[in-house]
């Protein structure tokens, strides 16, 4: 079975520019997460979906930020226009749902995002 | 406000060492605990999960233990390897705060051959 999968691994972008990650989540995972970790930072949540909806927003940063997960599959987290504070490691993980161990979260390798 | 806090920061081990990793959270309603291991430049694993209910699991050389009413879960390595060595994170479900997971800052564990 295929794991939590991101794209780009890396991307350097300058300040005003526009980046967009993916995140594609294991097959049948409903719950889809993203979280960051910026510079000496603990890894903090982003927002939550559930299959297409948005469930928590509550830790994104600004409105600068717009994430989407059309058809409850893959997910996009867009960064327009992006900021020097931006740059981190952007994290996706999914869950299957439900009760109990449904609630293991899986996480991707990240993205480093670098705004210069 | 939940805050997750893990000690040490760091740990040097010689290989064959029985360690122990702490990790402490402020708000003891908690729904479940992950232990992770991340590897340098590489994503999260999920290592064990324990639900508030439980008091240990076990999977393998690693044990993990919750002790929610004072906050703390630890988590034991035995026979430590030099694969070991990682960052090991502990995070933190709380049913009030919806599914997301509240994070420690991580031990870096070194297991010197």
């Known amino acids: 079975e295929a794991g939590v999968t991101q794209f780009p691994s890396h991307s350097v972008i300058e300040k005003g520019q526009t980046v967009t990650l993916r995140c594609d989540p294991i097959?049948?995972?409903?719950?889809l997460y993203w979280y960051r970790r910026v510079m000496g930072k603990e890894i903090k949540f982003l927002l939550h979906?559930?299959?297409?909806?948005?469930?928590?927003e509550s830790g994104m940063p600004n409105n600068r930020f717009l994430a989407e997960r059309t058809g409850g599959t893959y997910s996009t987290l867009k960064v327009q226009p992006a900021e020097l504070e931006d740059s981190g490691v952007y994290f996706c993980a999914s869950s299957l749902g439900g009760s109990g161990r449904g609630y293991e979260q899986y996480f991707g390798p990240g993205t480093r995002l670098t705004v210069t | 406000k939940q805050e997750v806090t893990q000690i040490p920061a760091a740990l040097s081990v010689p290989e064959g060492e029985n360690l122990v990793l702490n990790c402490s959270f402020t708000?003891?309603?908690?729904?479940?605990l992950q232990w992770f291991r991340q590897d340098p430049g590489k994503g999260l694993t999920s290592l064990l999960l324990i639900q508030s209910s439980q008091r240990e699991q076990t999977s393998g050389r690693l044990n993990a233990s919750l002790d929610k009413s004072s906050g703390r879960s630890t988590l034991y390595i035995a026979a430590s390897q030099p694969g070991d060595s990682a960052t090991y994170l502990c995070a933190v479900r709380n049913m009030e705060y919806g599914n997301k997971l509240v994070f420690g800052a991580g031990t870096i564990l070194r297991v010197k051959s």
């Open positions: 979906f559930v299959k297409e909806s948005k469930q928590d």
């Open positions: 097959s049948g995972h409903d719950n």
């Open positions: 708000d003891s309603a908690i729904y479940n």
